[in-house]
């Protein structure tokens, strides 16, 4: 089927896990009964794409606090207890844990969480990893010092747990890089090898997602300094179109990404975000279907996946499925006109 839909990766979270609207919200429940309650979440998440129609699913990210810390919080040679300030994407300041050895990972982190997802579905599963550069650029580095190298430490980490996660079940395996929207020389120098070396050897299909940021202060006033056409994509997708990462995830809903550069990506499967994560109001179907409608004139219809521009975690959960279902309705009207 043409036009299949999937989401960036996150929904938002039950008001009973963790409190709503939030990002990186703290969790409500402990031991015992956090781990049954997370799983019960993954049901909810589920229940809702395809209740909604969404064609490869995700476990909504329902076990995770955020999308790359609480991956590094199951490595070994970082430390969360003495937290340095960092400039996290040149947009605001955090405190991030601090590499202090070499990085390592001891056990799988969401290898179950995949497991448990494709027993519960027959639809094909999509599973959520953060990319290298984004990692490195999460944290403060007190023992390679070189983003370079600690990059493809953890892309060897990534593999690990990527070839992991194709064994339990995963059909796509997608790797977070809004790193890449910002850091254009390293990405070039050493950010496209990186994530290649985390995507070795996977049968599976294999994506990169690359957006402008959930819908937060900072992102916020940081694109209304990238002028009047966002051309980030412009030095990255050219690279990528040359790699062996079989997707790419990008933001175009109420964004001023110019369109033609998704000609750039010949080649690749596209996951044209026709979701705006940033607010409330729910898109019509009519909407998406304007959306799907422009990119197809720079991507092949067979090419082309619908999605969301990001993660919806920060969400009402309401406005997320709304969204769910005018996504997958607008992919729907565009089958249709196009005899599919």
């Keep these: 089927m043409l036009l299949q839909t999937t989401i ?15 990002l990186w919200a703290p969790w409500l429940l402990e031991g015992e009964l956090l781990d049954e309650g997370k799983r019960d979440a993954m049901r909810l998440a589920l ?31 970082v430390d969360f207890r003495n937290k340095r300030t960092v400039r ?46 984004t990692m490195v650029d999460t944290l403060y580095d007190n023992h390679y010092r070189s983003r370079e190298k600690l990059a493809r430490e953890f892309a060897a980490i990534l593999n690990q747990e990527a070839r992991e996660l194709e064994r339990a079940g995963a059909d796509v395996i997608q790797f977070d890089e809004p790193a890449f929207n910002v850091y254009m020389d390293e ?6 090898e990186a994530l290649e070396a985390a995507a070795a050897g996977l049968k599976c299909k294999t994506a990169v997602h690359i957006c402008y940021g959930y819908g937060i202060k900072a992102n916020i006033d940081w694109k209304k300094t990238l002028g009047s056409e ?13 790699s062996m990462i079989d997707q790419v995830s990008l933001e175009c809903a109420n964004s001023r990404v110019p369109l033609e550069l998704l000609a750039l990506l010949e080649g690749k499967d596209v996951l044209v975000g026709a979701i705006d994560v940033a ?60 005899g599919v």
């Design 8 to 22: 960036a990766g996150s929904l938002p979270k039950p008001a009973w896990l963790a409190e709503p609207k939030k």
């Design 47 to 77: 229940a809702d794409q395809e209740s909604a129609g969404i064609d490869i699913v995700t476990d909504g990210e329902q076990t995770r606090r955020h999308f790359v810390t609480t991956f590094i919080e199951n490595l070994e040679g």
């Design 88 to 133: 996290i994407r040149n947009r605001y300041d955090a405190d991030v844990p601090v590499v202090v050895g070499k990085v390592a990972r001891a056990r799988p982190v969401y290898v179950e969480d995949i497991r448990f997802l494709r027993s519960q579905t027959k639809r094909r599963i999509k599973s959520t990893l953060p990319g290298p550069m």
């Design 187 to 192: 990405v070039a120098a050493w950010g496209i």
């Design 230 to 242: 966002w051309r980030q994509y412009e030095s990255t997708f050219p690279l990528l179109a040359r």
């Design 279 to 338: 607010n409330e109001t729910v898109e019509r179907p009519e909407q998406v279907a304007a959306t799907i409608r422009a990119t197809m004139k720079f991507v092949p219809a067979e090419k082309l996946y619908p999605c969301t521009n990001c993660g919806m975690v920060p969400l009402p959960r309401e406005i997320a499925l709304g969204k769910l279902r005018a996504l997958a309705s607008g992919a729907a009207l565009v089958r249709r006109e196009i």
